[in-house]
């Protein structure tokens, strides 16, 4: 009994049936009930050896622990902060997520992160409930200042960062600019070019779906200046 | 975002904006006509990602005592959650009755509609217009959008007939009175800079907001002023003197889609 009713980069649909075989393992944005392997997400699947894997077309931001997102300070409260981190569930940092020893009850902990800041940290705990708690101890987190914002959708992220970070350094080389990309879709930049960089991470956005957009990337980038 | 609001700050008075316009342009702006079968009239502009449908219905009532041999308008606006994740579900508020009262009196003032042809029988049986608003998409600038999508709506309007008592909604012939066609510019602020047709980042962080509705002799005919800040008077001589000028821009994009 091994019934195989889709192919790679077939269209799916949340809860349609990929595969009824115990042959096969659910990967990434699918589920196994019973003998069959459903998708969790409306997107293209792929076959990965025995794993079935769906990767989204359109989707919010789920956090996933190690993530590296740009969140903004949404309130501070007496032992933390809440961040937003542009996804459905809210992400708080605990003053013990912060590198530097705070004792909560001398000072006044708006001094550190005040609302309106922005924030490149790392998520730390996902529980079962999506209670979300971010770290700032880790070495690439830090607080902004200056630059941008540019906001895309969360799940052309993987495209625009590239295998092994192939689109994202050549847009930091070509246009020079220092570019932080959170996986909840937001990205910072700050540079002389920054027009350029965020016209070549727009066009990622609107044609992550086609081939051979690393070269037209490039073209774009090259012809930019 | 604080950073965001400082590079946008940044920009505007370098004179350009996050989606490279400058102060004084607008987004591309559309409109389509008669999308809604079952309605009178009904128009959906849409300014750039911003979009708002209106329909407009119409039925026989009582007039007013203090306006006898004169129709009704009725301006409606509701705001679903669906247009603006910062939009709530519930009884209206503040934002979509404003929204609301400001297209009206555009369109009441500047006197759009000849409101003497709308009456059947003098201080018994009158037409009474409604006109819903309806944001599909909110990307700022909701008043412009809405004000443009109603006096395309009822421009588009057709009247139903009116035969022994009751309305034959079947047979739709003769044209709404439409004498002017009301243009609605709004500007906001921001520091001592005058933006138009602001996206939602840019309502966010402005000072104050003018609306000026126009009509088609270059007459101002109704001002809504919002947002917490003051204007200061040479400001807004420039901005009535812009007003007139965008309206004529505004009248022949409504004209040229009728």
């Known amino acids: ?225 | 975002m604080n950073i965001q609001n400082r590079y946008m700050m940044d920009l505007i008075n370098k004179g350009t904006r996050l989606d490279n316009r400058g102060l004084d342009e607008y987004r591309k702006i559309t409109i389509k006509s008669g999308v809604i079968a079952q309605a009178e009239g009904s128009s959906m502009v849409s300014i750039g990602d911003t979009k708002v449908l209106v329909g407009i219905k119409m039925d026989v009532g009582e007039p007013f005592p203090d306006t006898p041999n004169e129709g009704i308008l009725i301006v409606n606006a509701e705001l679903y959650p669906m247009a603006s994740s910062s939009f709530e579900l519930g009884p209206p508020d503040e934002n979509s009755i404003e929204l609301a009262r400001i297209v009206d009196r555009g369109i009441r003032e500047g006197k759009a509609i000849d409101m003497e042809k709308l009456c059947i029988e003098e201080g018994e049986k009158v037409w009474i217009i409604f006109v819903d608003i309806q944001p599909i998409n909110h990307d700022g600038n909701l008043i412009d959008a809405s004000a443009m999508a109603a006096i395309s709506a009822l421009l588009n309007t057709k009247m139903p007939k009116y035969e022994d008592g009751s309305v034959i909604y079947e047979e739709k012939k003769k044209k709404l009175p439409v004498k002017d066609i009301i243009a609605m510019t709004t500007f906001i602020n921001i520091g001592d800079k005058v933006l138009v047709d602001p996206t939602i980042e840019e309502e966010n962080i402005m000072d104050s907001r003018v609306s000026i509705a126009t009509s088609q002799n270059g007459n101002i005919c109704a001002i809504q002023k919002g947002g917490m800040h003051g204007i200061k008077p040479g400001t807004i001589e420039k901005i009535f003197d812009k007003a007139v000028e965008r309206g004529e821009e505004i009248r022949k994009i409504i004209k040229s889609n009728v």
């Not at chain 1, 949404?74 to 997520?97: C, H, M, R, T």
């Not at chain 1, 001398?106 to 940290?121: E, L, P």
């Not at chain 1, 350029?196 to 956005?205: G, W």
Request: with cysteine; net charge positive.
């Open chain 1, 1 to 225: 009994m091994n019934k195989v009713f889709k192919k790679t980069r077939d269209l799916v649909l949340p809860g349609e049936l990929v595969v009824e075989s115990m042959d096969y393992l659910p990967g990434r944005n699918c589920f196994r009930e019973g003998n069959g392997i459903y998708s969790k997400r409306l997107g293209l699947v792929y076959f990965k050896g025995r794993v079935v894997e769906v990767v989204p077309l359109a989707g919010p931001y789920i956090p996933e622990v190690g993530d590296m997102v740009i969140g903004e300070i949404k309130e501070v409260q007496y032992s933390g902060w809440i961040v937003d981190i542009n996804s459905p569930y809210q992400a708080f940092l605990p003053i013990s997520g912060i590198r530097e020893f705070v004792d909560s009850l001398k000072t006044d902990i708006s001094k550190i992160y005040n609302t309106g800041d922005v924030i490149y940290g790392k998520i730390s705990v996902v529980s079962a409930l999506k209670t979300i708690y971010i770290s700032m101890k880790e070495p690439q987190t830090r607080k902004f200042s200056g630059g941008r914002i540019v906001e895309i959708s969360p799940v052309k992220v993987p495209r625009l960062i590239g295998k092994g970070g192939s689109m994202i350094n050549l847009i930091k080389n070509k246009t020079k600019c220092r570019i932080s990309v959170g996986q909840n879709g937001r990205i910072w930049l700050q540079g002389e070019k920054e027009e350029l960089a965020v016209k070549a991470i727009m066009m990622v956005n609107e044609k992550s779906h086609t081939t051979g957009l690393t070269e037209a990337v490039e073209r774009l980038l090259d012809r930019g200046e």
